[in-house]
C-alpha cells in the first residue's frame, strides 16, 4: 500500500508511520487533479539531478503554486493529488524522512486541501498501474462509474513519451505518466502544456496496446465477414 504523506500523521502502523486518509465524502460530481509531485512541480535548488535534503527544492516554474491555487479556487469542489514514485526511500531512512520533510514543507506553502501518494515499491501502486488511483477513490469514498467527472479531471506528469528537440528539449526518460493517465482513463497533460500552456509535442509509447486491440477487432471481423459468406447446407 501506498504511505500518505502530509503535514499530520497519524500513529504508526506495524514499522511505517502514515498520514489520515482524507474524511470521507461523496458529490454528485467531482473532478480531481493528479499531479507528478517529484522532477516537474519541484527541482533541487542546488541545481544538482537529485536534492541532497530535504531542504534543496525550489518550484519547476514560478506559475507552478499560483496555477495549482487558481485551480482549486475555480473547482473548489475537486481535489488536488499529488502522486510520486520515490523507490529508494524504501529501504533508506534519511531518503524517506528527506522526502516526507519535502513533501511537508511543500503542502504548508502551497496551504490548499492536497492528498500525497507515493509508491515505494515495484507493485501495483507504482504507474503506470493503477494502485495509487484506486486507494485515492477508496480515501475520498468516489465511485469511479457515479461521482467522478473524468472528463473534467486530468493528471500532469513529466513522463510521456517524448523525443528529444535538438537544442531545446531532452527526450523524456519513460512514458509512464502518459500510460497512467491513460489506464485510469483521464486526459494527459505535460507541465509545459499546463504550466506554460506550451504546444503539445510528438510522443512515442514504447508499447501501445490500442495496436493490439486494433488487430485483434479487425481480424475479429474478418473472420465474422467470411463466415457470413460461407453457403449454408441444405
Given at each position: 500500500m501506498?504511505?500518505?504523506?502530509?503535514v499530520?500523521?497519524?500513529?504508526?502502523v506495524g514499522?511505517k508511520?502514515v498520514?489520515p486518509?482524507?474524511?470521507?465524502r461523496?458529490?454528485?460530481?467531482?473532478?480531481?487533479?493528479?499531479?507528478?509531485?517529484t522532477?516537474?512541480?519541484?527541482?533541487p535548488a542546488?541545481?544538482?539531478?537529485?536534492?541532497?535534503?530535504?531542504?534543496d527544492?525550489?518550484w519547476?516554474?514560478?506559475?507552478?503554486?499560483?496555477?495549482?491555487?487558481?485551480l482549486?479556487?475555480?473547482?473548489?469542489?475537486?481535489g488536488i493529488?499529488?502522486k510520486?514514485?520515490?523507490?529508494?526511500?524504501?529501504s533508506?531512512?534519511?531518503?524517506?524522512?528527506?522526502?516526507k520533510?519535502?513533501?511537508?514543507?511543500?503542502?504548508?506553502?502551497?496551504?490548499?486541501?492536497?492528498?500525497?501518494y507515493?509508491?515505494t515499491g515495484?507493485?501495483?501502486?507504482r504507474?503506470?498501474?493503477v494502485?495509487?488511483?484506486?486507494?485515492?477513490?477508496e480515501?475520498h469514498?468516489l465511485d469511479?462509474m457515479?461521482?467522478?467527472?473524468?472528463?473534467?479531471?486530468?493528471?500532469?506528469?513529466?513522463?510521456?513519451?517524448?523525443?528529444?528537440?535538438?537544442?531545446?528539449?531532452?527526450k523524456?526518460?519513460?512514458?509512464?505518466?502518459?500510460?497512467?493517465?491513460?489506464?485510469?482513463?483521464?486526459?494527459?497533460h505535460?507541465p509545459e502544456?499546463?504550466?506554460?500552456?506550451?504546444?503539445?509535442?510528438?510522443?512515442?509509447r514504447?508499447?501501445?496496446?490500442?495496436t493490439?486491440?486494433?488487430?485483434?477487432?479487425?481480424?475479429?471481423?474478418s473472420?465474422?465477414?467470411?463466415?457470413?459468406?460461407?453457403?449454408?447446407g441444405?
Open positions: 501506498p504511505e500518505r504523506l502530509g499530520r500523521k497519524r500513529p504508526s514499522e508511520e498520514s486518509p482524507p474524511a470521507k461523496r458529490q454528485q460530481s467531482h473532478t480531481t487533479s493528479a499531479q507528478q509531485l522532477r516537474r512541480l519541484l527541482t542546488s541545481g544538482k539531478k537529485f536534492g541532497r535534503d530535504a531542504s527544492w525550489k519547476w516554474h514560478s506559475s507552478v503554486p499560483g496555477k495549482l491555487k487558481q482549486y479556487e475555480e473547482d473548489n469542489q475537486g493529488s499529488l510520486s514514485d520515490p523507490k529508494t526511500v524504501k533508506d531512512q534519511k531518503r524517506l524522512a528527506d522526502f520533510g519535502k513533501v511537508s514543507t511543500v503542502v504548508s506553502q502551497l496551504d490548499l486541501p492536497v492528498t500525497v507515493a509508491a515495484r507493485d501495483e501502486y504507474k503506470p498501474r494502485g495509487m488511483w484506486r486507494e485515492l477513490l480515501d469514498d469511479i457515479e461521482t467522478v467527472d473524468l472528463g473534467n479531471s486530468f493528471f500532469v506528469g513529466d513522463a510521456g513519451g517524448r523525443e528529444a528537440v535538438a537544442g531545446i528539449t531532452v523524456d526518460h519513460s512514458c509512464v505518466d502518459r500510460d497512467f493517465a491513460a489506464n485510469v482513463g483521464l486526459p494527459f505535460t502544456e499546463y504550466f506554460l500552456e506550451q504546444p503539445v509535442q510528438p510522443f512515442v514504447g508499447f501501445d496496446p490500442t493490439y486491440v486494433n488487430k485483434v477487432a479487425e481480424s475479429s471481423t473472420a465474422s465477414t467470411l463466415s457470413d459468406q460461407q453457403p449454408h441444405t
